[in-house]
């Protein structure tokens, strides 16, 4: 079957590239339910008739302390305050990913001058980094964007 063309050859990514999406992945998770909690909180003090509104991220302890005080009701403080420590700690965790993937990205070459775009930062930088892997296996860059999803599928002949 292979001696007949009926597969196509698979790239298999490095290990590099694979420990790298691996912690790119554990990071979007702690994102994620970091967000998820933020929610959840909001939902809680809602209905209540307590809202937090728009808020910067790092106000957003400080101001739902500050409706459970106006509140004052302990049932709520007692569901609330365990999911802000959560929270806390997950931010926590949040920047030591941050910390560890800065130093990675300025280690990559690739990355440090993927990072001379703007708006792109060492998270970005390094995904696309760990999804390319070998950028040979492309034949141009119509290809790469193809395969990222980027443009409609390009036949190369």
């Known amino acids: 079957m292979m001696r007949l063309g009926h ?3 698979v790239h298999v990514k490095s290990p590099a590239a ?3 999406r691996t912690t790119l992945a ?3 998770q702690l994102v994620a339910s970091q967000l998820q909690i933020e929610g959840t909180i909001r939902g809680l003090l809602k209905v209540y008739g307590l809202k937090i509104g728009a808020i910067h991220r790092n106000r957003f302890a400080a101001r739902a302390l500050e409706l459970l005080e106006m509140a004052t009701l302990p049932e709520l403080s007692a569901a609330i305050e365990p999911l802000l420590r959560v929270r ?3 931010r ?3 920047k ?3 910390r560890t993937l800065a130093a990675l990205s300025r280690w990559d070459d690739v990355s440090r001058r993927l990072m001379t775009i703007p708006g792109v930062g060492p998270v970005t930088s ?3 980094v760990a999804t390319v892997d070998d950028p040979g ?3 141009s860059s119509k290809v790469l964007g193809a395969h990222l999803g980027l443009t409609p599928r390009v036949s190369v002949r």
Do not use: N
């Open 126 to 128: 390094l995904a696309f």
């Open 88 to 90: 806390e700690s997950m």
């Open 7 to 9: 597969y196509r050859p």
């Open 96 to 98: 030591a990913f941050d």
């Open 137 to 139: 296996r492309f034949g």
């Open 26 to 28: 554990a990071r979007m």
């Open 18 to 20: 694979q420990s790298m």
């Open 92 to 94: 926590a965790e949040r």
